[in-house]
């Protein structure tokens, strides 16, 4: 049984659960489920996902359900907006001078496009008026009910003392 601490290897896949596009797959590690969806890009690495549990490295509904989990054990969970993405914040939501962001991009502002704030932050245009842009800085899921299949591949109790950190290489003491 996986418990805190432990380090957990496990396939993921995350599908949309409301709304038009309910059952897409919107992210997944396995390169045989992204093939069957349409979603495989050589571009990206389709590789299992490997992390301490309880330490915050995934979304916090994943870290809760794979806790108890055994390796070979598959299972499906819901997660709410608060255990997974977030909720919407109106906050991150901003109307800006549209020249500001055409100059900024050096293109003609469009409805999906993605900007950068002064910030760094990555955030997409959701509306664009004749002298105002809209964008919107929240996660492109934040809101959204979703569903992840975990299937566990593998895991173990975390090395102790000395020595390498298995999930990111980096030397513990």
Excluded: C
Aim: aromatic content about 4%; overall charge negative; cysteine-free.
């Amino acid at each position: 049984m996986i418990e805190p601490g432990h380090i957990a290897i496990v396939h993921l896949t995350g599908r949309l659960v409301g709304g038009p596009e309910a059952g897409e797959v919107f992210e997944t590690t396995d390169v045989d489920v992204a093939l069957e969806e349409g979603i495989y890009h050589d571009t990206r690495d389709f590789k299992p996902l490997e992390f301490r549990v309880g330490e915050g490295h995934v979304l916090p509904g994943l870290d809760e359900a794979v806790e108890g989990m055994a390796e070979g054990e598959t299972k499906t969970v819901v997660l709410e907006p608060e255990s997974a993405y977030g909720t919407v914040d109106e906050d991150a939501i901003v109307t800006v001078p549209r020249e500001e962001i055409e100059a900024r991009s050096e293109t003609d502002a469009e409805v999906g496009e993605l900007v950068e704030s002064e910030t760094g932050e990555i955030g997409w245009i959701v509306d664009v008026a004749d002298e105002t842009v809209t964008v919107d800085f929240n996660h492109e899921l934040a809101g959204e009910r979703v569903e992840f299949e975990i299937s566990v591949l593998e895991s173990h109790a975390a090395e102790t003392g000395h020595g390498v950190d298995p999930v990111d290489g980096v030397g513990t003491s």
